[in-house]
């Protein structure tokens, strides 16, 4: 989104670091272990996990990104818009894709310093042991990845879908 195309919006700002071009060998290997992470688990379910996250962890550009993704990958504007409110909008998702979001959250927040037993449970009756671990690892990757973005204040609006993948 250009700001010249928008006149009245806000500027956008400027990021603090190029942190992929200053650390390219980091940059590579996050690639690496985020395309080593969502192997084998659903494009979709990826994607809600990503945005989820991101959104706990108040990342624009990872939000930015991941709703496009998620919408390349054939997600719904509504399901994309209620994950903020799940809670309140669990009947947009399937029980898997519930455990899979509490899940996100537990991982991406550790308010209690741990991972309750019984969110994790509930993960582990829809995913077997390959798929969990697959869904644990993009949950860790993705906080990553926002603690990257928001950090070095990467500015979203500019993504194109598959752009990075």
Request: glycine share 4%.
């Amino acid at each position: 989104m250009s700001n010249q195309e928008n006149a009245e919006y806000v500027p956008e700002h400027t990021p603090r670091l190029a942190w992929a071009q200053h650390a390219p060998e980091v940059y590579r290997a996050m690639v690496r272990l985020d395309g080593a992470a969502r192997k084998g688990l659903d494009a979709k379910l990826f994607e809600l996990v990503k945005i989820r996250a991101s959104q706990l962890n108040h990342c624009a550009y990872c939000l930015d990104m991941h709703t496009k993704d998620a919408l390349a990958a054939g997600e719904s504007i509504a399901r994309i818009v209620q994950l903020s409110a799940w809670e309140e909008s669990k009947h947009f998702y399937t029980e898997k894709e519930i455990a899979a979001i509490e899940l996100t959250e537990a991982v991406t927040v550790l308010t209690d310093g741990f991972v309750p037993d019984e969110v994790y449970e509930r993960a582990a009756k829809h995913f077997d042991e390959v798929q969990l671990t697959q869904l644990i690892a993009s949950i860790i990757v993705i906080n990553s990845w926002n603690r990257f973005a928001v950090t070095t204040r990467m500015v979203p609006g500019h993504y194109t879908p598959g752009q990075h993948g």
